[in-house]
C-alpha cells in the first residue's frame, strides 16, 4: 500500500485541478505513480513533469537509448513501478527483447550497438559510483556529443527523482499511489 492516498479530485484545490488536467491531456494522457505523488505539491509536480516532458519526449536523445537509460536506472533502483510502466515503451522504441531480459535479471545486456553499451555503462557508472570516469566520459562525448550526452544526464536525474520518489512513498505497480 502506498504512503500517500491518491487525491480525490472533487477535494483537489484549483491548482491542483489545474496541473492534473495539464498533465493528464499531454502525452502521458493520465497521473498516476510519481507524477500523483507530486501532485501533493502542485508546484512541484508543475515543475517535474515539465522536466520529464522534455526529458522523454523533446530531448535529443532517440527513444531507444532513452528508454534503455531509463530502463537501467528503474532497475539499479529496483524501481518496480518505473520498470513497468517503461518495458512497453522500451519495446516500441526498438530495445532488444535480449536487452530487457538481461536488466530485469540485474545482469549485464550484450549488446550489438556501440552506443547502447555506452548508455548502459555510463547510466550505471553514474547512479553506482556517483560519477563518471575521464574515460568514460570522453568516450561518450565522441560516440554521442555534447548534446545527447547533456540530455542523457538530464534523463538520468530525472527517472533519479522517480525512482526515489517510487521508493519512498511505496508507490504501487501501474496504479495510483
Known amino acids: 500500500m502506498a504512503r500517500l492516498p491518491a487525491l480525490d479530485h472533487a477535494q483537489m ?15 502521458r494522457g493520465n497521473v498516476r505513480g510519481p507524477l500523483a505523488v507530486w501532485l501533493h505539491r502542485p508546484d512541484l509536480a508543475d515543475k517535474a513533469q515539465q522536466l520529464g516532458r522534455y526529458c522523454r519526449y523533446d530531448s535529443s536523445l532517440s527513444p531507444r537509448l532513452s528508454e534503455l537509460a531509463i530502463l537501467t536506472t ?8 518505473e520498470w513497468q510502466a517503461h518495458v512497453p515503451h522500451a519495446r516500441a522504441a526498438g530495445v532488444d527483447e535480449e ?3 538481461a536488466l530485469a535479471n540485474d545482469q549485464a545486456p550484450e549488446f550489438a550497438a556501440e552506443d547502447e553499451a555506452l ?12 560519477g563518471v570516469s575521464d574515460a568514460l566520459y570522453a568516450r561518450t562525448i ?24 517510487i521508493k519512498a512513498f511505496d508507490v504501487d505497480l501501474i496504479g495510483a499511489v
Not at 13 to 27: F, L, N, V
Not at 119 to 130: G, K
Not at 142 to 160: E, F, M, N, P, Q
Open 13 to 27: 484545490t484549483a491548482k491542483q485541478k489545474e496541473i492534473y488536467q495539464e498533465i493528464a491531456s499531454g502525452p
Open 74 to 81: 528503474a532497475r539499479i533502483w529496483d524501481a518496480a513501478f
Open 99 to 101: 536487452i530487457i531480459d
Open 119 to 130: 548508455v548502459y555503462e555510463f547510466t550505471r557508472e553514474l547512479n553506482l559510483a556517483r
Open 142 to 165: 565522441a560516440v554521442l556529443g555534447k548534446d545527447r550526452t547533456v540530455d542523457l544526464v538530464g534523463v538520468l536525474g530525472y527517472y533519479s527523482l522517480i525512482s526515489m520518489t
